[in-house]
């Protein structure tokens, strides 16, 4: 049954107001939005309360502050949120017309064409790199467009030291994400949440499907492939303790999906703590459980432990930023998906981002797919610009521990390449669909979730019901990413992989 609009569940982050306790678990939201003047087709504004959509996560799982920003005191016995203090320089713009943009463009797009030939292309790009890095050393800051082509700079230098060709770099190095701690992290992330819908969109789209399919259900189980930092279940957990309909919230088991490899089960196992104590905090009860890949890194749905009449719902979100030794892989997706069907999972929900090229076209060469992810971050660089224009500290640590390992993954993912040479998985949805998955239709309840999000942003943004079971997000008439809602097949019928030419 599909919920009315009061019913709605606290989901949406804190994206509208920074203002927080530090001795609270809710954010506080300002009362004098305007609701009347946001634009809808659907909903007359000023005969709706939708403010308890936007409580806030408890501000404490977020709280920890990594030690190299600096905290802003207030007069007030209520603080601001943690960020870094913003630059007075004037905004600025992407000079795409310039001449320096263009030669940077110009050298960014010709290692990308050395690196699609042979290995003497090799040796090329990495000439054509260092004049890169000479002319981006020039100014550390400088404009948008000029970090953005530093960051794909790095990913290419990346690239090429992690090819089996040439001498590899540590770890840590190949996968920069997991340079970072927690704290920083989860704070680059809340930073994030308040520039741009694209950290928060898929998640919520995903949760409310959750809330809706499992209403009054006594437990519920999820499933989750790739769990982070856990960013995702803290909004559900505030969502099932916050629930108006009277009855005592669900348990919640969450089963976390690792790659096998020591520090993956250390960081799911932290996440767990964090998640453990937050729902302990709002008084959600809670248990968190491992299950590891096999050595081939395929799931294996008797890996996990299941109640009887217990909901399963199995959880997919694929970022490239965070892909690593066969997390993310063709076998390793492919094997988890079809392992929803043996859990007899009541929901399946995929979270992906958008790679450009239309249903059936095709994608072709490195090259080309590198510029589709070019293309595409600067979408989201140009969206940040309008929203978020400053250079300050805030942009810096955002673009330095979310986007730039995300653009890494992003080019390891047009390349072909995830640590163990394998590609990456990608348009699962359409192989999902392929494979007979049947698509559960969204509500309307969570399509007016997703405009209000969109709401607290720039007019660039837009949300478009792709399909009954789908929701794109796009920034002008670029699509960044989409959240969607399945269930499982009665047979699996004969398909593709998540990649063309390999088999699950």
Known sequence: MELVLDDLPALIFSAGSSTTTTTTTTTTVNDDISWDDWPSPHLNWSHEDFHPFFAAVG??????????????????????????????????????????TQRLLHLLTAAAEALSGDLNGQDLARVILIRLRELLSTDNAGSGIERLTNHFTEALNALLDGDATFPRRSESNQFPYRHYS????????????????????????????????????????????????????????????????????????????????RRSASAAKETGRRLSDFAASVGQPFSFRLCRLDQHKRFHPAAVKLVKGEPVVV?????????????????????????????RARLVTLIEEDIGAAAG??????????????????????????????????????ERVILGPRIIGAVRRAYGWNGIREPIAEECGEWMAAAGFARVGLSFSNLCQARLLLGLFNDGYKVEDDASNKLLLSWKSRRLLSASVWTIPTRMSPSPSPSPSLAI
């Not at 943690?82 to 795409?96: I, L, R, S």
């Not at 259900?217 to 009277?246: F, T």
């Open 59 to 100: 501000d404490h799982y977020f709280a920890t502050p990594p030690h190299n920003i600096q905290n802003q005191s207030s007069s007030t016995s209520s603080t601001t949120t943690t960020t870094p203090e913003e630059d007075p320089t004037p905004p600025t713009k992407f000079p795409v017309e310039s001449n320096r």
């Open 182 to 261: 927690a704290a920083e992290v989860l704070t680059a992330f809340q930073l994030l949440q308040d520039m741009s819908p694209i950290a928060s969109f898929g998640h919520l789209t995903a949760n409310q499907a959750i809330i809706e399919v499992v209403a009054g259900e006594r437990r519920v189980h999820i499933v989750d492939y790739d769990i982070s930092e856990g960013i995702q279940w803290a909004s559900l957990i505030q969502a099932m303790a916050s629930r108006n309909d009277g009855l005592p919230p669900p348990h919640l088991k969450i089963t976390a999906v690792t790659n096998g490899k």
């Open 361 to 398: 076209e095709e994608k072709g060469s490195f090259l080309r797919r590198f510029m589709i992810e070019l293309e595409r971050y600067m979408a989201i660089w140009e969206s940040l610009e309008a929203g978020f224009p400053k250079q300050g500290r805030v942009r810096e640590m955002v």
């Open 315 to 343: 959880n997919c979100v694929l970022n490239p930023g965070q892909v690593g030794y066969g997390h993310g892989s063709v076998t390793s997706v492919g094997s988890f998906l079809v392992g929803a069907v043996g859990l």
